[in-house]
């Protein structure tokens, strides 16, 4: 009984060790928790700031990376733009050499000859205008742009074409042009000159040299019935992949090498013949080369009607 006592006292004792006078609990000591809250406090407040000064830098090395991104673009233009330059240029210098040659050997020229003259000299024209044109193509992509829409000869843009793309041409591939009976269609002839250039060229640049019996670039135009005119530029190159080919009239979009393209010549001729009524596909595969496609419509189809025509038909 002795031992039952003196336990029922120890516990009585630690009973009233953690009891206030009241019979309520002691409470515990809250320093402890304070100043863990405050050590808490004052850690997240440090992380915040070190948070806030790596966003400041993080949004000072975005506007750099852009401005330098900008610079790289500005370069890229500047390098694909003497590119394009140098191939009418070095056309144009070609035929005024042979001018001046045949005019410089000869004191009078026979009526043939005098028409070969006129002719280089008629080329050379179209290469000068060519190149005036070049600046203006990189304004298309920032606001709309009247291309013209009065009938063309289609077939002597794409023989023109096919002239100054001999420069890259000659020493990569064979070229075939198949354009006659061809009916007058609606646009720029310059403009459509700048389209089927970029396109003989880029077929050019997919074709390593060295090969010519081996490659071949086709330009095939034919009157599809409908009001429109189809011309197809295909080549034996090393095609476009699908992941590539999705974007291939993106602009500054390019798969070439820095100084060699700027992305900028499909999206500018698929922005010309769109804005001519026109379309403007790619079928490709690795390997297996490249054909772009290019429907125009005939001279008259694309002409809107007027108000009392179009109030009439309602």
């Given at each position: 009984m002795a031992a039952v006592a003196r336990r029922r006292g120890t516990l009585?004792?630690?009973?009233?060790?953690?009891?206030?006078?009241?019979?309520?609990?002691?409470?515990?000591?809250?320093?402890?928790?304070?100043?863990?809250?405050?050590?808490?406090?004052?850690?997240?407040?440090?992380?915040?700031?070190?948070?806030?000064?790596?966003?400041?830098?993080?949004?000072?090395?975005?506007a750099q990376l852009l401005f330098a991104d900008r610079l790289i673009a500005l370069g890229r233009i500047a390098a694909g733009v003497g590119h394009e330059i140098n191939n009418p240029l070095a056309f144009i210098l070609s035929n005024l050499e042979y001018i001046h040659q045949?005019?410089?050997?000869?004191?009078?020229?026979?009526?043939?000859?005098?028409?070969?003259?006129?002719?280089?000299?008629?080329?050379?024209?179209?290469?000068?205008?060519?190149?005036?044109?070049?600046?203006?193509?990189?304004?298309t992509l920032s606001r709309a742009e009247d291309v013209g829409t009065g009938p063309s000869d289609l077939a002597a843009v794409l023989r023109t074409a096919a002239k100054m793309a001999m420069h890259e041409l000659r020493n990569r591939s064979r070229l075939v042009v198949e354009c006659e009976g061809l009916p007058p269609v609606q646009g720029n002839g310059a403009r459509l000159g700048q389209v089927f250039l970029n396109l003989l060229l880029n077929a050019a640049q997919a074709i390593a040299p060295g090969r010519v019996e081996d490659n071949l670039v086709?330009?095939?135009?034919?009157?599809?019935?409908?009001?429109?005119?189809?011309?197809?530029?295909?080549?034996?190159?090393?095609?476009?992949?699908?992941?590539?080919?999705?974007?291939?009239f993106d602009p500054f979009f390019t798969t070439k090498p820095l100084g060699v393209g700027t992305g900028l010549g499909l999206?500018?001729?698929?922005?010309?013949?769109?804005s001519l009524g026109g379309t403007m596909t790619v079928d490709?595969?690795?390997?297996?080369?490249?054909?772009?496609?290019?429907?125009?419509?005939?001279?008259?189809?694309?002409?809107?009607?007027?108000?009392?025509?179009?109030?009439?038909?309602?």
């Open positions: 009585r004792r630690a009973f009233d060790s953690v009891q206030t006078p009241t019979g309520r609990p002691r409470p515990r000591d809250t320093a402890p928790l304070e100043e863990t809250v405050r050590e808490r406090t004052a850690e997240l407040e440090a992380a915040n700031a070190k948070l806030s000064r790596s966003l400041e830098q993080l949004r000072a090395t975005q045949e005019l410089q050997q000869k004191a009078e020229l026979s009526e043939q000859e005098r028409q070969e003259v006129l002719e280089a000299l008629a080329e050379t024209r179209d290469g000068a205008e060519r190149i005036r044109l070049i600046v203006r193509d990189l304004q086709r330009v095939v135009a034919r009157n599809s019935g409908t009001g429109r005119v189809e011309v197809e530029v295909s080549d034996t190159g090393c095609g476009i992949s699908p992941e590539h080919r999705e974007r291939i999206a500018v001729c698929h922005g010309i013949v769109t490709s595969e690795p390997g297996q080369g490249s054909t772009f496609r290019v429907t125009l419509p005939v001279a008259g189809a694309f002409a809107q009607p007027s108000r009392s025509q179009a109030d009439a038909a309602a």
